[in-house]
């Protein structure tokens, strides 16, 4: 019973304010499996790269228990490019340059060996692509966590919302939330999405947390306060990468369960933005994924008993 | 062992996207005050007013627990107002009217009996005033809980910093912790204020909760998602009063109490938004506010438990 991930894998380019990378490896697949990789040990990736993609990426994720047989290496064409700069309070970006490359021609196979999987993330990708995936799936999946963004919004409104309807969890953030609704207030907002078909709904606040959002009831998930936010990018991914990761491993998709998973999708996505790009993210120690979960807790704990 | 609030008692003209009132009753130790009240039965104000303020209110401060010794009418003299607009958002306004009246001479004159408190909240006012009452206590007050806001940061920035440097406990925006510091992160800006004097440092981020520092510690405590905020004047006041009267009540100034005092601050501020002025924190039963403690409760609990 293994968890399924598709989405894209990358290359990034990334100024903030703190820096800039050259081409480096990224995706919200990439972001999501490897996130997921803490938690759960047999997962299956669905992507689609250039010939210019780096072998020994394909043997890391293969070490992290990501099976890459539903990886496409497209030869004679290029990896998807994304290039972008973000403002002086990091919760805004311009997209200097987008080279869709492989990710144009896109047809998301799932090998035969790959139908067995009862938890299926869609990261951020054409609704159209993630409605195909649901559709190849022999058994629909247990949970079907979906992501997207903004941009989907105004270019392909009808496949998003035919998709949203189909998922188990949608996660977006608290500005997507009122585009896609149209309303401030992220109570009324999540009132909204919530009858377009989720059961579930997560809004990212970036530094300022997360809501999990089911029928009447709420959960806030803060985020850590960080000495220095470096690169927010793959943040919403890696949290997404988390949360589905803790959920597959103990495949329990009870709220109780989904708040956890809340918390350790967070705890991921606090690492995520201290180094730039994958960095911090490919580089943790159980240990400390533990501790930092560990940090949540103190956080937001107290002790109110009343009558 | 009772509890003083200084502050204004005002009159406010507001306007928001959901509407406008009429000169209603403000002021920073109203709200506190009223707050406070909740929790606390006897509390002590100190403030001025002009003749033009109504004795019922005077007598609902009484009523409520809040003597009035401490507050001088002058008569001839007119109430401190102030009016404001605030943006779509509600997280900043426009200062639309500022008429001291009362207050450009305001000498806080603290009657004998008062001289007998533990706590001292130090609502929004000029700093050199906040100064000239910590001055005035013969026994220092086992906790002194300052409010301030960017306005004196722009003013009077030595006075400030000299009062800072007398208090326990601090509360700002993030706005304002960033303005005082030069600090775009609030860790860093913490770090700072801590070493000016306070303890304790309070920053509030409005409708993104509220994050308590001390020593290498931090706390956060979540807004309440509301379905709309209809005026948010007074809310960072009415979270102060809840803080000190829940910290007076049980006269318990830990960490873990103080982290329990931010929620019932929290929670009182989350009443207040909801509707124009006063209206709704002056209204309220004892099973509301317990209520709405527990959903505080609810919001943010998880059960992580690791070896």
Redesign the interface.
């Known amino acids: 019973m293994s968890l399924l991930v598709i989405g894209t894998v990358a290359f990034d380019a990334i100024e903030t304010p703190f820096g800039k990378t050259d081409k480096i490896i990224g995706g919200a697949a990439t972001y999501a499996s490897i996130s997921a990789s803490y938690f759960k040990k047999d997962i299956n990736l669905v992507s689609v790269v250039g010939e210019d993609f780096p072998s020994e990426m394909i043997k890391t994720f293969e070490e992290k228990g990501i099976h890459t047989d539903g990886l496409q290496i497209k030869k004679g064409e290029k990896t998807f490019f994304w290039s972008g700069k973000y403002h002086?309070?990091m919760n805004s970006r311009d997209t200097i340059d987008t080279q869709l490359n492989v990710l144009s021609t896109f047809d998301p196979i799932i090998p035969e060996a790959f139908q067995d999987c009862e938890f299926l993330m869609l990261g951020n990708l054409m609704p159209s692509i993630q409605m195909m995936v649901i559709n190849r799936m022999k058994t629909r999946p247990k949970l079907i966590v979906m992501d997207t963004m903004n941009f989907w919004m105004e270019i392909a409104m009808d496949d998003l919302l035919k998709t949203i309807s189909m998922v188990d969890v949608l996660t977006i953030n608290d500005a997507e939330a009122r585009q896609l609704t149209g309303d401030?207030?992220?109570?009324?907002a999540a009132r909204k999405i919530l009858k377009m078909g989720p059961k579930y709904l997560i809004i990212k606040?970036g530094e300022?947390?997360a809501?999990l959002f089911h029928e009447d009831?709420?959960?806030?998930?803060?985020a850590l306060?960080?000495?220095?936010?470096f690169d927010p990018t793959g943040a919403g991914d890696t949290f997404a990468g988390g949360f589905i990761g803790y959920l597959s491993s103990v495949r329990d998709i009870s709220f109780?369960s989904m708040?956890?998973g809340?918390?350790y999708g967070s705890a991921m996505a606090s690492f995520c933005v201290e180094k730039f790009g994958l960095e911090r993210v490919m580089n943790l120690t159980d240990k400390e994924v533990?501790e930092r979960?560990?940090e949540?807790?103190?956080?937001?704990q107290?002790?109110?008993t009343?009558e």
């Open positions: 002086e309070d401030y207030s992220l109570v009324k606040k300022h947390g809501l009831q709420v959960f806030f998930a803060p306060p960080l000495e220095d936010v109780e708040k956890r809340v918390i533990e979960v560990l949540f807790v103190d956080l937001v107290f002790d109110i009343l």
